[in-house]
């Protein structure tokens, strides 16, 4: 895996349990499948074409599969339940690849065996590891076979983690603070309905990176980085929670906000430009919002459009006029005008 713009795998005619979901992300699920056909199908298909691993399903379990990949420039994600097989990386599988990628295992439910070179490491409920995906290894996982992982480019992840191969196959317990905030995140990402804006991608991604460092342990340099960008992230939180609550004042402004958040302006400014917005336009989407929000409560139908328009913090009726037509593709009296009360 590159650091480049990322895909799911190529499968052609999308074959048997493989289902290209609408976030761009792909499942595998043997639940379709007959069973007289899922052995092949685990093996050559999910084995072969999505993993590039050696799949044996195991004599004494029965096996099954139902898994998510989300693939994003610089990470791959994979979530969901496998247990009943041994998932190995073997020397011909890594010279088919040639990967130096970095994995991250976190292990959610049922024990999970892992080999990596000479070691062998059994992780419990909630207890995840390091691993290089250019060594040779094994994942064997048991029923329920709830699992998340993660996997990085080395280049990538490598200048956040102080001696990162000395960080394999080392287990970072169950409750530990820092996975415990990157599985929570990562979840909270999955549900959200921005989490694959292509725009917020690099912000998502470089969070991931930070918080599989701070699991293993992040170098000083890299820990300083994380916790810098901990505090934008909160001191913008601040200041959109600030605008939720003032956007009806005319005269809130960048400058008005940075003096209560003991802050510059030109700071403010680079906080939404990180996002892919800028001030002005966070600002101008919130009063739109609420002006529409106030144009479709039946509560307000007699107010007049231009108390609407002052009530949301524009002091110019004509220049809302053309904002909210803009943004809306209507005009506010047609948009209230559509407005059916029960």
Known sequence: MSDQAQSPPAIPNMPLGMELLASGSLRFSLDGVAAIDRSVVYREIFGRSVLNYDLEPLPDTPFGVDLKFQALPGLMMMSGNVFGSRNSRT????????????????????????????????????????????????????????????????????????????????????????????????????????????????????????????????SRDAMAITQGRGQRAAKLHAIKEDIARNVHEANLSVVTLAARHQCTPRFIQRLFEAEGTTFTDFLLVQRLTRAHHMLTDPHRMADKISTIAFDSGFGDLSYFNRAFRQRYGDTPSSIRAGLTIN
Do not use: W
Request: hydrophobic content about 40%.
């Open 91 to 218: 020397r011909e599988t890594l010279a088919r690849e040639g990967t130096d990628d970095i994995g991250m295992i976190v292990n959610l439910r049922g024990p999970h065996r892992i080999t990596h070179g000479r070691k062998e490491l059994v992780l419990g409920d909630g207890e995840a590891t390091l691993v290089s995906m250019a060594e040779v290894c094994s994942f064997t996982h048991r029923p329920p076979g709830e699992v998340l992982a993660f996997r990085v480019p080395r280049k990538l992840f490598e200048p956040l983690v102080s001696d990162v191969d000395d960080r394999f196959m080392n287990r970072v317990p169950n409750g530990t603070p820092a996975l415990r905030m990157l599985t929570d995140y990562v979840r909270l990402a999955q549900d959200s309905e921005y989490a694959m804006d292509r725009q917020l991608q690099h912000l998502f991604v470089g969070h991931v990176h930070d918080l599989m460092a701070a699991v293993v342990g992040a």
